[in-house]
């Protein structure tokens, strides 16, 4: 009793009543046969010793024995295992015979080490075990706590293979396979086996009631050891058959990712191809060849006309492999000419930096070409006002005026501002949304240009009416109170600094940003957008429309939205991030990193409702004024419209259905399709407008469909689809 308490600190009696509470196994708890497992402790540790009958310097003795036993008892049940399972190369399949050949060798040299009597042996012995076991637990067969791979992983390490001396013919077997054997590591868990497994604290306990009623004079038998390498050869069999099971899917997977062919794979390899006989034909070794050069250069003249402009492999003629393998044998010639690599990679180094430096210069030149063709006319566009125009001033006045000019100031019909130069978008927008009208007599168009397109615009709704709508066209000239100093945009727009940014050659290098150099925010009736209550100062709401939009449905609905008091309802564009406030302005300015949010969602022109009661009463044209001041210098934000009416609405804007509007049309050829057709609006808003050239194919025929190409005017000025 003394020294059990010396030794763990603990009386017996407490020891006996320890509660063993939850076992952790493989990282799960569970919870033990609490009954077996203290009748294990009470039979092999506490009554052995609670019987002995020493003095006290034999229990001085036994104490540190003991003490030196359970130190040792420690290092090995927990240092053993933690060096048996991080040895990357002592991989092996775990299966409970080979458990209890592990467990047979250690508790074996314990025994010669410290155990001179064969009963302190078997009860050690069974301690022992007790904790092995429960180290090899039944479900992973891992120490607890230690990081592992899932039993499915195979990993790819040398495997050290143990051959008998004692069986011949299984050392012949295993030598044979050993190849094979050693380019794997099977999984540490074998689930099969592991699910028949006994539990370890029953196994045990029955063990260790066997062994202490058997005779003290018992000893270990010398059949034992070859036994243990038999078994040993028998499990290395096992896993080598296992691998032998293993390998046809293996083999089968390496040969499945082995045949994945590229696409169009012909066609990158000659593309490969001539890289480098250009990098051959640019080495000095190559050039001191002349032979070798003829070869190759007529090698690539005919690879090329063999690819031409082929993308795919389809594209390429029935001799492209012929020639390919023509290309492969000179270029064997040319790595045995110049075998340096060193110089072959400087080269493609070289090559590199100025296939990037010329797309660079590329994709510059293709950004202002496409600013540039953006702003021009087309010749047709170009001739449709001037023929239009010239019949309008054939007309008497009488057939000058349009019908129905009593409807515009009726707050009972619905009503749309529409701000362009371009007869052609503008009839589109007008035919679309008429097309699409529940009641097209309610609804009625103020259309607004300038001195220029004034007469073509006129001529062409007089010539083409839409239907039952009513039609208003004024010129901007006419608003004599838009002047510059009632307008600070009018001001600016006129400054000699402002021209010379627009029209300069040299800033256009120099400006990144080249969309803000597009001449349209040069035009006044980009701006009127922000004068709505003075064009219509009877007006009570209006929907105002860019000429870049087609309409897909009716429209009227958006006169019954609630705006809940603010100024504009418009569609939200916060879905991509380059829509947010901080893309707009200049938050570095601490005029706006003060007032505004840089996250806050920005919103789209091209379709919104404005109630211009409320404009009035909270007087957003004197905001758009005070703002427009202090951008005097573009230090808040470049020039447009958006970047304005942001601020000016701030916290005035009321979101609408994302089903009104859809953009994108003029710059992203990936809008969803099934937005375009659920929406109400579509907008060409980018570059690429419907009319031009350059506008995306797939989106050009939902804004075609409104245009008569047969009209006798379009004809005329060779107005094509």
């Not at 062409?460 to 901007?476: D, H, M, R």
Request: charged share 25%; proline share 5%.
């Amino acid at each position: 009793m003394e020294t059990l308490t010396l030794a763990f600190g603990l009386n017996p009696e407490a020891l006996a009543q320890m509660d063993l509470g939850m076992f952790l196994l493989d990282g799960k708890e569970v919870e033990p046969n609490v009954l077996e497992f203290d009748r294990v402790v009470r039979t092999l540790i506490i009554a052995p010793l609670i019987s002995l009958d020493l003095d006290a310097t034999a229990k001085t003795t036994t104490m540190v024995t003991f003490r030196n036993l359970v130190l040792f008892l420690l290092l090995l049940t927990v240092a053993a295992p933690i060096l048996l399972y991080t040895d990357p190369s002592a991989s092996f399949t775990t299966t409970p015979s080979s458990k209890r050949d592990f467990l047979d060798e250690v508790t074996a040299l314990v025994s010669i080490i410290l155990f001179p009597s064969i009963d302190v042996f078997f009860k050690v012995y069974s301690f022992l075990t007790l904790f092995l076991i429960q180290s090899f637990n039944s479900d992973g067969n891992h120490l607890n706590l230690l990081p592992r791979e899932s039993p499915a992983v195979v990993r790819r390490d040398v495997v050290g293979v143990v051959y008998s001396t004692q069986d011949s013919d299984s050392s012949r077997r295993q030598e044979t396979r050993g190849d094979q054997f050693s380019a794997r590591v099977l999984s540490a868990t074998d689930d099969e086996t592991q699910s028949q497994t006994v539990n370890p604290i029953q196994q045990v306990t029955d063990a260790a009631s066997k062994v202490v009623d058997k005779p003290s004079d018992m000893h270990v038998s010398a059949d034992t050891s070859q036994a243990r390498e038999r078994m040993h050869v028998q499990l290395i069999q096992k896993a080598t058959e296992k691998v032998d099971e293993q390998e046809p899917k293996d083999s089968g997977a390496e040969k499945e990712r082995g045949n994945v062919v590229m696409p169009d794979a012909q066609v990158r390899h000659l593309k490969d191809q001539l890289i480098r006989a250009k990098v051959y034909l640019s080495l000095p070794a190559a050039k001191a060849n002349p032979h070798f050069v003829r070869e190759l250069r007529l090698r690539v003249k005919e690879v090329q006309r063999v690819v031409l402009d082929a993308s795919k492999d389809s594209d390429l003629p029935k001799n492209a492999v012929e020639k390919l393998k023509a290309m492969e044998q000179t270029l064997a010639k040319g790595k045995q000419i110049q075998d340096d690599c060193s110089t072959v990679v400087k080269k493609l180094r070289a090559m590199l930096h100025s296939a990037e430096e010329q797309l660079r210069v590329h994709k510059k030149q293709t950004m202002f070409l496409t600013q540039l063709t953006a702003k021009t006319i087309p010749k047709g566009l170009h001739c449709l006002p001037l023929r239009l125009t010239s019949d309008y001033y054939a007309l008497n006045s009488s057939e000058q005026q349009f019908p129905n000019q009593e409807k515009l100031e009726d707050n009972q019909l619905y009503h749309y501002a529409l701000f362009s130069d371009n007869v052609l978008a503008a009839s589109v927008v007008v035919n679309s949304t008429v097309t699409n009208a529940k009641h097209p007599s309610k609804h009625v168009f103020h259309i607004v240009t300038d001195r220029l397109n004034y007469a073509a615009m006129r001529m062409w709704f007089l010539n083409n009416p839409p239907g039952k709508a009513t039609i208003q066209v004024q010129n901007v000239e006419e608003f004599t109170w838009l002047n510059s100093s009632y307008s600070p945009v009018l001001k600016q727009l006129s400054s000699r600094s402002m021209i010379d940014y627009y029209f300069r050659a040299h800033h256009t290098n120099s400006d990144a940003n080249l969309k803000f150099r597009n001449p349209k925010y040069l035009s006044i009736l980009n701006h009127l957008r922000f004068y709505l209550p003075e064009i219509f100062p009877k007006l009570s709401k209006v929907l105002f429309l860019d000429d870049d939009i087609v309409v897909q449905k009716d429209l009227s609905g958006l006169w019954s939205v609630d705006l809940k008091g603010n100024v504009n309802g418009a569609v939200e564009t916060c879905g991509e991030s380059f829509h947010r406030f901080d893309r707009y302005l200049n938050f570095s300015n601490p005029l706006i990193s003060k007032n505004f949010d840089p996250r806050a969602c920005g919103w789209a022109y091209g379709m919104n409702v404005f109630d211009l009661d409320e404009w009035k009463r909270q007087n957003i044209t004197e905001v758009y004024h005070r703002w427009q001041n202090l951008n005097q210098d573009r230090e808040l934000w470049k020039l447009g419209t958006l970047p304005p009416g942001l601020i000016t609405f701030w916290k005035r804007t009321y979101p609408l259905e994302r089903r009104w509007h859809v953009l994108g049309l003029g710059y992203n050829p990936s809008v969803n399709q099934r937005d375009i057709e659920r929406a109400a609006v579509v907008h060409y808003n980018g570059n690429l407008k419907p009319w031009l050239e350059i506008g995306l194919p797939k989106y050009r025929g939902i804004w075609s469909k409104h245009v008569d190409y047969q009209h006798v005017y379009l004809r005329e000025c060779n107005i094509n689809p």
